[in-house]
């Protein structure tokens, strides 16, 4: 169960559940915070909690959390140039990893991919070996259906010029989160070039002047408080040092070669 469902899903899934419950079905599920935490200080959060008492009445919540991340435990080395891969400082040994993975890159070229009845077209590939940039796959309107696609067509994603992401860039950093998870779910390898260190790709401090007046025009639209503003992980960036956190950890996991030795997952 997600923290970021919105209110409306809310009234979906206890019109839902109380349909199973009174069936009778037992549900195991996992989440990434507690049942009262559940799309806490969103907007219009009380037409979705009446579903926190329902499913707090039905199920036994069981806390695992453990103090060791052991997805940045120590990786054991990849046998591919450079050992380490999806944090490379230079962006030449990008293209010697994709000569590597596709045995000379010959037949390079740019190939589309279908997408709910369109194409997009991005980097050049060899195979299943993408080799792209974070301005073509980053920074253009790409969808989850997109990044879904790529996932399913592509076992090797490599990025080129990878910046150091913020708050300021919050539609970007949304987006590489989504395709992370995505890349993640799919066991997706991920290369990518970037001039900072991996557990400062992603930097959430304070946004600056320009991005706070963009907040203060989006409260003014929805009429809120300073107070109420303040309490809304929206605007606090909440989500984001949650969803930062879950990227680098699973960031720290691809690099390591148990998990390239992962077979490749097309499918949904």
Known sequence: LSSGINAEYGVILKRLFHT??????????????????????GLQRSNFL??????KAHCEVLDMESIVDYRISE????????GRANYIQDPGQLDKIFHYLTGGAEGAVCRPVPVLG??????????????????????RSHGSSDFRALARTFSH?????????????KTQLRRFIVMMDIFYDRNVKLIISSDVPLHDIICLQDADQKAKDELRMLMDDLKLTMEEAKSMSLF???????????????????QCADYWDLPHNKHE
């Open 20 to 41: 199973l419950f009174e069936e009778g079905v037992t549900m195991v599920a996992t989440g990434n915070r507690p049942p009262e935490d559940l799309y806490k200080n």
């Open 50 to 55: 009446p579903f926190i008492p329902m499913l």
């Open 75 to 82: 990786p054991k080395p990849l046998d591919i140039p450079g």
């Open 118 to 139: 369109r194409e997009i077209r991005v980097g050049v590939s060899v195979g299943p070996i993408l080799s792209t940039t974070y301005r073509e796959l980053i920074e």
């Open 157 to 169: 994603v490599i990025i080129k010029d990878f910046p150091q992401l913020s708050i300021k860039e």
């Open 236 to 254: 606090t960036g909440e989500d984001e040092v949650f969803s930062q956190k879950r990227a680098l950890s699973r960031l720290t996991e691809m």
